[in-house]
């Protein structure tokens, strides 16, 4: 399987959806450079997804630079080792903390192996991620994303995203997450890339905002 690796992948994928699909040519000129925003698939680049939820990029990175901080080295036995007062004390919340603990937990048991993950087939990485309390289906999307390469995964959940494909097509109302998903099945197989470029547009017609989620 073909995975999102390099800026070429990117361009590739772009050219393919433009193809499929030939209201993309009007969001692909407005969005500008589609960001690959990779991260490495191992607990780092989960831990990176978890922290940065539901908050702006700024308040992200502060978060990131005390937690790294405070969690060094950056592995899953340190995590536990930390104590949940210093987790929240350095910005997270007591939900994230769960989360982060339990996947550190899983992995440390021996039932989760995340690069190993990231080579599994979408339904089967869900299986397994979403297996480990806290991790919902947009957490193992955006795993699949940015730290496997993924090339066919769409968060039809995003908001961001749905806001986007709402804008783009002009729709009267932000799509759910069953019918997003259904607007983005002719994407195939470069639904990945398509996020990303929404995820870009968006950004675009927001004036700049960053929308990426990892």
Known sequence: MRRIESED???AGLAALADLDPRLAAVIARAGPVPLRRRPPGFEGL????VAQQISVSAATAIWTRF????DP???ARLLAASAEDLRGAGLSAPKVR???AISEAIVAGAVDLEQVAAYAPEEAHRVMTAISGVGPWTADIFLLFCAGHPDIWPGGDLALQHAVRIAFDLEARPAEKPCRAIAEVWAPWRGVAARL???YYAAVKEGRDTLPA
Not at 68 to 71: E, M, N, R
């Open 9 to 11: 992948d990117i361009a």
């Open 198 to 200: 929404f995820w870009a």
């Open 68 to 71: 790294a901080a405070l969690v």
């Open 99 to 101: 989360t982060l603990r």
């Open 47 to 50: 831990a990176r997804i978890i």
């Open 74 to 76: 950056l592995d899953p």
